[in-house]
Every structure is written in structure tokens, then in C-alpha cells.
């Protein structure tokens, strides 16, 4: 079956440090979404990004299709970016259903 | 325009106890899914929707049922629940985009079956 893999699976920053968290995966997609899990467990949807790059103010994230991957960058982190991070895939040619990763666990400490 | 709205919050149920987790979204979306989640496991797909009468197993739909009966609801039941049933749960709706497109999740529900 589909196969997606992040790394790392935990990750300890101090604030204002730089960060890049990765997704690969096994099959060619066509879909793939970051989300963010906060530590009361709310997930927000942070990209849908199957292929190019992204930003949206400290995050970016680039996907490179042709080699399966995925980069979710997170610059001057602050506390308030701690939590989960997942990626979530659709293969092509598959339904709408969403593959997750087993996610990194990122905290930032003050 | 409230989302993707679950209930209950919490529950507690003893082992072969049923219930029906609920789900509502306000966005017009067509797919609808549930999933699970656990330590170290991501989330798992239970089931998902494509749009309103239809329904698809996913990763993990033993122990469960699902039911679509329009296009804002789609409901999980748990007809006997046991332990390994405990969990967190999400429901999540699909809005449509540039191929396939971004999913939204609701507050999730966590289950303890003693």
C-alpha cells in the first residue's frame, strides 16, 4: 500500500531557531496537504500543496513530485508552533481518501 | 459559518455499550470521512463519504458503522464498543479544488470504553 514516512519524528528547538520537516512518500500524488496539530488537538490545514512552493508568513513548504517528496520550513519559530506536525497524500488514480504520515512532534522551548 | 462541527466532546461507555458519533458540516462540501487517531499512529482512515448516500471503507472499519444521509451529516456508530475502540475521533470534510482539495477537520471527540 501507499507508504508515507516524516521525519524527524520528534524535533526540539529553541525559540528563533530554523526548522525543516520532511514527507516522503511512495506513490505519485495528487494531493498532498500539511497540517498542524496544536497541543489542545486542533488540526489546521497549513497547505495544499501537491506540486511548486508555498509560503504563508514564517511557513513554506515545497513538494517535488517527480521525486516524492515534501519540505515544510518553519523560520524564527516561536512557542506558539509547538505540536504535530502530519502530511497527507492522494495517490493518483486513487479515491479521495487520505493517506496520513505518523507525523513529527515539534516543540519549541522559550 | 461554523465549519465542521462534532458531538459529543467526551464520552464514556462500558464494553458493549453502543453509540453514534456525530458529524455536520455548513460548507457545501460533497466528501465527508472519519478517522481515528492513537499515540504513534497518526490518523487512520475509518471510513469516508464521496457525497450523500454513498459511503467506502477505509484503513480501519471493523467495529464500525457509517451512515450519509445527506449531504451535511455523516454519522459513525459503534454497535458494540470495546477497549481497543478508545480513541480519539475526527470527522473531516473535502473542499473541492485544483485536482482534489483541502481537508477540514472537526474538534474531535475522545472515547474511553472501560
Known amino acids: 500500500g501507499i507508504q508515507v514516512e516524516q521525519s524527524p519524528p520528534d524535533l526540539i528547538l529553541q525559540e528563533g531557531a530554523n526548522s525543516t520537516l520532511r514527507c516522503n512518500f511512495s506513490?505519485?500524488?495528487?494531493?498532498l496537504q500539511w497540517f498542524h496539530q496544536n497541543p489542545w488537538g486542533q488540526l489546521i490545514n497549513l497547505f495544499y500543496?501537491?506540486?511548486g512552493t508555498k509560503q504563508n508568513g514564517r511557513l513554506s513548504a515545497t513538494t517535488v513530485a517527480t521525486e516524492r517528496y515534501s519540505l515544510l520550513y518553519i523560520s524564527s519559530s516561536q512557542t506558539t508552533d509547538s505540536g504535530v506536525y502530519f502530511c497527507?497524500?492522494?495517490?493518483?488514480?486513487?479515491?479521495?481518501?487520505?493517506?496520513f504520515g505518523k507525523g513529527t512532534k515539534l516543540t519549541v522551548n522559550p | 459559518n461554523a465549519g465542521v462541527t462534532q458531538t459529543p466532546k467526551f464520552q464514556v461507555l462500558k464494553t458493549g455499550q453502543s453509540m453514534t458519533l456525530q458529524c455536520a458540516q455548513d460548507?457545501?462540501?460533497?466528501?465527508m470521512y472519519w478517522y481515528r487517531q492513537d499515540p504513534g499512529m497518526g490518523l487512520r482512515l475509518i471510513y469516508y463519504?464521496?457525497?450523500?448516500?454513498?459511503?467506502d471503507k477505509g484503513e480501519v472499519p471493523n467495529g464500525y458503522n457509517v451512515s450519509r444521509l445527506n449531504k451535511r451529516e455523516f454519522s459513525l456508530r459503534l454497535e458494540s464498543a470495546a477497549p481497543s475502540q478508545t480513541s480519539v475521533y475526527f470527522c473531516a470534510s473535502l473542499r473541492p479544488g485544483q485536482g482534489i482539495g483541502k481537508l477540514f477537520f472537526g474538534s474531535g471527540t475522545q472515547l474511553s470504553v472501560l
Open positions: 460548507m457545501n462540501h460533497n466528501s
Open positions: 497527507a497524500i492522494i495517490t493518483q488514480g486513487g479515491s479521495e481518501k487520505l493517506v
Open positions: 463519504s464521496a457525497s450523500e448516500g454513498t459511503t
Open positions: 500543496i501537491p506540486s
Open positions: 506513490d505519485s500524488v495528487n494531493n
